[in-house]
C-alpha cells in the first residue's frame, strides 16, 4: 500500500487545459491535488487516485474559503494555484456593467479573495507558496479587452502588494504572465477564423503553447529555493513578439 500524500496542492480554476496540466502535473510529483472549477461534474477525467475536486465559485469566499479548508484536511497545503480565465472580448461600447463586474469578481476579487484565504492557512506555519496566472492584459490593454485587462492587471497589482507582505512572512507568492495563445480547440477555431484553414494547416507547432509547458513553469516555479525567489515570470513562445 502506498503512503498517503504528505501535502496537497488546490486548484482553483481546474479547466480543460491549463487548469488540467496543472492538476496532472503535482498529483504525478505525489501530491494530494484538491481541484475546483464551475462545472464541477467536469472533473470527472481528472478524479481518482490523489485527485479530488468539486464545483466552485471561486467569486463566494465563503466556497472558496471552505474548499481550501477542505485541501488543507486531505494534507497541509504546500501551494494554491489561482487560474481562473474569464476572457472575454468586446468593443468598449458594447461591455456592460454587468460583463465587466463578472469579469473583475473573476478574474479579480476572486485572486484576492483565494490569495487571502490561502494566507490565512499557510502563514501561521510560515510556509507555502500561492501561485496567480496572469496574461497579457495584465501587462497592457489591447481593443476589445477593456474588462478583461482591468481585472488582470488589478489581479497583478494584488498579487505584487500580497508578496511584498508575505514573502517575510515565508509564502512565496509569484504572477505567471502567460503571452501566448494557449493550444486548445478553442483558439484553434478562433485562428482558422481570422487566418484560414490553409493557414491554419501550415501552422509550425511551436507557435501555440502546449498547457503542459504552463504546468512545468509553476512546478519549476514551485521549487525555488528561498534565496531566489520569483514573483513575476512571463513564458511565450520564441515566435511570439513582444
Not at 111 to 130: C, D, L, S, Y
Not at 147 to 164: H, I, N, P, V, Y
Not at 176 to 183: C, E, F, K, R, S
Amino acid at each position: 500500500m502506498s503512503a498517503a500524500p504528505a501535502r496537497s496542492v488546490a486548484v482553483i480554476g481546474a479547466g480543460d487545459h491549463i487548469g488540467a496540466a496543472i492538476v496532472r502535473r503535482f498529483a504525478a510529483e505525489g501530491f494530494a491535488v484538491h481541484a475546483g472549477r464551475r462545472n464541477g461534474d467536469k472533473l470527472a477525467p481528472l478524479l481518482g487516485g490523489a485527485v479530488t475536486g468539486r464545483s466552485l465559485d471561486a467569486r463566494a469566499s465563503e466556497d472558496l474559503a471552505a474548499f481550501l479548508d477542505e485541501a488543507e484536511g486531505i494534507a497541509p497545503l504546500a501551494l494554491v494555484v489561482f487560474n481562473v480565465g474569464a476572457n472575454v472580448q468586446f468593443p468598449i461600447a458594447e461591455t456592460t456593467d454587468r460583463v465587466f463586474r463578472k469579469v473583475w469578481e473573476m478574474a479579480c476579487f476572486a485572486g484576492f479573495a483565494t490569495v487571502r484565504e490561502a494566507a490565512r492557512i499557510m502563514a501561521p506555519r510560515g510556509q507555502g507558496a500561492i501561485f496567480v496566472t496572469g496574461a497579457t492584459a495584465a501587462l497592457r490593454g489591447n481593443p476589445g479587452y477593456a474588462a478583461f485587462a482591468a481585472a488582470k492587471a488589478g489581479l497583478r497589482a494584488m498579487a505584487q502588494s500580497a508578496a511584498r507582505e508575505l514573502w517575510p512572512q515565508g509564502l512565496h507568492v509569484a504572477h505567471l504572465v502567460i503571452d501566448a495563445g494557449v493550444d486548445t480547440a478553442w483558439v484553434r477555431e478562433r485562428m482558422a477564423e481570422r487566418l484560414g484553414a490553409e493557414a491554419m494547416d501550415a501552422l509550425p507547432d511551436d507557435v501555440l503553447m502546449p498547457p503542459q509547458a504552463v504546468a512545468d513553469a509553476y512546478w519549476a516555479l514551485f521549487n525555488q529555493p528561498k534565496s531566489a525567489w520569483t514573483f513575476e515570470q512571463e513564458i511565450r513562445p520564441y515566435r511570439e513578439t513582444w
